[in-house]
């Protein structure tokens, strides 16, 4: 197995243990080098790549980015901070997880989103858990497993099929889940009934990350949310310049 990182990833995990309720661990989302040295900067213990902020940055459309640039870009924004970096890498591009886990350690991320749909269409949970534990299996601690819950996105919006799936996914070895798109009023019961740490997805224009953190949230990311707020202030700015 490729060996790269372990600190960080040590330290990276770390960072969701004994967090208390109205402090959640809050990673932003760089799109390059150059925003993740903003956050990092800014004091941020660590970082999230947003794989659809990274398509945004080098033209893709969300999902259609290669496998190689995904991983490219993800090394650089690795590249350009001294904090660990987890990086959303969808639903693997379809690599085996032995090559997907070397993939994410030569590109230096400490952990990795992945996801339980393929373009909208929920996969079955007891073969997704399986593949799940295959990247656990290469990736040994080295790696941080977030494996997001698309119910919500794509199913039926039903917390308790949430649930289910989050603990095959925990049995299988994933260290937190992500039930993207879950309800604000839904996160309680999501907490109540998901064993380890839970990813929160918040807008900016939508409650704080401290009254995320009473609801449930261990860890809060934005998604592109950051990524679509910068383009929209360089809009703004480049409308000033005509």
């Known amino acids: 197995m490729v060996s790269y990182g372990v600190s960080k990833a040590e330290t990276f995990r770390a960072l969701h243990r004994g967090r208390l309720p109205d402090e959640p661990l809050v990673l932003p989302g760089p799109w390059d080098a150059a925003s993740a040295r903003v956050f990092a900067d800014a004091g941020f213990p660590a970082l999230a790549t947003p794989s659809a902020g990274v398509a945004a940055s080098l033209g893709y459309a969300d999902g259609a980015t290669p496998a190689d640039e995904m991983f490219a870009a993800v090394a650089r924004i690795v590249r350009a901070v001294d904090v660990p970096v987890s990086a959303d890498v969808e639903g693997g591009y379809g690599l085996a997880p032995k090559e997907l886990v070397e993939r994410l ?51 039926d919006a039903d917390a308790e099929r949430a649930i289910e799936r989050a603990a095959r996914y925990v049995a299988a070895g994933a260290d937190c889940v992500y039930p993207i798109g879950a309800p604000i009023d839904v996160l309680p019961l999501l907490r109540a009934g998901i064993q380890g740490p839970v990813n929160v997805f918040a807008r900016l224009d939508g409650p704080s990350v401290s009254e995320l953190g009473e609801l449930g949230a261990t860890r809060v990311t934005f998604g592109p949310g950051l990524q679509r707020w910068a383009t929209e202030a360089l809009r703004d700015i480049a409308a000033g310049l005509r």
């Open 105 to 155: 350690l030569e590109a230096g991320a400490v952990g990795c989103n992945l996801e339980d749909s393929n373009e909208g269409v929920l996969k079955d949970p007891a073969e997704h858990a399986d593949w799940l534990a295959e990247v656990r299996g290469a990736a040994g601690d080295q790696l941080f497993i977030n494996a997001r819950v698309d119910v919500f996105a794509y199913g």
